[in-house]
């Protein structure tokens, strides 16, 4: 019997038994434009720090595929990793897409990012919209995503609120299958800025692969209009 619903990751998933180094969509649509000084990834084909976050990440799914379910949640969204409901979390784009262009123009370096991103997400409520479109009824949880300062739990606090978005068939996700997909918030909260970057990067020339997005269970392909509202 599985003991977890859904597992959010905080590093690359790939498709069971793959490990390799090619340049991913995902990470390549939140590199350009807006995302590139507001909440871009670390690309994990560079050698280093970026390749040993993709093997962590194929471990990390690989070592818990067992333990988490099959079975289908609230809507479709894809599975990367054997069936499995292991989904990959970007926290920085998780907390970025929902915050107004205005809270970046004193945007810190890139080392105390996150930090600031969650204090901007919480000053902005953006907590206190997501609530009640997940109908998450556990009081505990909301409470440590308000008042938790360590900087690791507040990245465990993002990944578990990326799986509750999956559970509850509320989220976005932005990849293809070869390479994996970002999951993130709900498209209501996704600012316009985002939603404009989000939308010219996914069809990029310089992609090598064609990118999907998945909002709360519906595919749109590169020659499918993104919903406006």
């Not at 976050?53 to 595929?65: D, I, M, Q």
């Not at 932005?174 to 709900?186: C, S």
Request: hydrophobic share 40%.
């Amino acid at each position: 019997m599985s003991s977890f619903s859904a597992l959010a990751i905080d590093a690359p998933v790939l498709p069971p038994g793959t490990l390799h180094y090619e340049v991913r969509s995902c990470e390549k649509v939140f590199v350009w434009r807006e995302f590139q000084k507001r909440c871009k990834p670390g690309e994990s084909q560079v050698r280093g720090t970026g390749q040993a976050l993709r093997r962590a990440g194929v471990e990390t799914a690989h070592s818990f595929a067992c333990a988490v379910s099959s079975e289908e949640l609230a809507r479709p969204f894809p599975k990367v990793f054997d069936g499995r409901n292991i989904v990959e979390a970007f926290p920085n784009a998780f907390l970025g897409v929902s915050l107004k262009s205005a809270a970046f123009v004193k945007c810190p370096a890139r080392g105390a990012k996150f930090d600031w991103l969650y204090g901007q997400w919480l000053g902005e409520g953006v907590s206190d919209r997501l609530r009640p479109i997940l109908a998450w009824e556990r009081e505990d949880f909301w409470m440590s995503l308000a008042t938790n300062v360590q900087h690791d739990e507040r990245a465990a606090l993002v990944c578990a609120l990326t799986a509750i978005c999956v559970v509850r068939g509320r989220y976005v996700a932005v990849g293809e299958n070869d390479t994996g997909f970002f999951f993130l918030p709900p498209w209501e909260l996704w600012q316009p800025w985002a939603r404009r970057a989000v939308d010219t990067n996914r069809v990029d020339r310089r992609l090598d692969r064609q990118v999907e997005v998945w909002i709360d269970g519906a595919r749109f392909g590169p020659e499918d209009p993104l919903p406006r509202g």
